[in-house]
């Protein structure tokens, strides 16, 4: 961190606000919030395209949950993909509504159920797959190995900065 006392900084104008001078902003925030939003909607076509219609992005942590950790309990669910056990009880419930999740009582604790995908879930894994890796190769086309690399530190540590608030 530079100490402003004892160093001279210097600002680029560009990132300068144009309505409160001596304000540094820039666009990365809203940019973040742009891509979530057009990815979110090319996610919706192709789970459309290929039949999924019942399916969001909100959906994608269960579904790849379960798909490459196998059955869980919900707080397990909750905990591998860091939501609220509320927020992942919702999805589930709709999931299975859709048909790609089913539950059963836990045997080994019959205060928690073991959510599980259903024949409709496993066959949709094909697609999941599809689907995340077209999504990986548009977020990094043109991107060298390096960039790629440099490009996820600075995005976890812009979180990490936003999450230790």
Not at 65 to 94: C, D, P, Q, W, Y
């Amino acid at each position: 961190m530079v100490n402003r006392l004892k160093y001279k900084i210097h600002i680029d104008i560009t990132s300068i606000s144009k309505y409160n001078l001596g304000m540094r902003v820039d666009n990365t925030i809203s940019r973040i919030s742009k891509i979530k939003y057009v990815s979110n909607n090319l996610i919706v076509k192709e789970l459309e395209k290929r039949g999924h219609s019942g399916l969001a992005p909100s959906h994608g942590d269960i579904l790849s949950a379960l798909i490459f950790h196998g059955e869980m309990t919900k707080t397990e669910i909750s905990n591998k993909i860091n939501k609220e056990r509320s927020t992942v009880t919702t999805l589930i419930k709709k999931l299975e509504k859709e048909g790609y999740l089913s539950s059963r009582i836990n045997e080994e604790d019959s205060r928690s159920a073991i959510v599980y995908l259903t024949t409709k879930g496993k066959i949709m894994k094909k697609d999941f797959i599809e689907i995340s890796e077209m999504l990986y190769e548009i977020q990094y086309s043109g991107m060298s190995e390096e960039q790629i690399e440099s490009f996820k530190k600075g995005l976890e540590l812009v979180y990490k900065n936003f999450v230790s608030i």
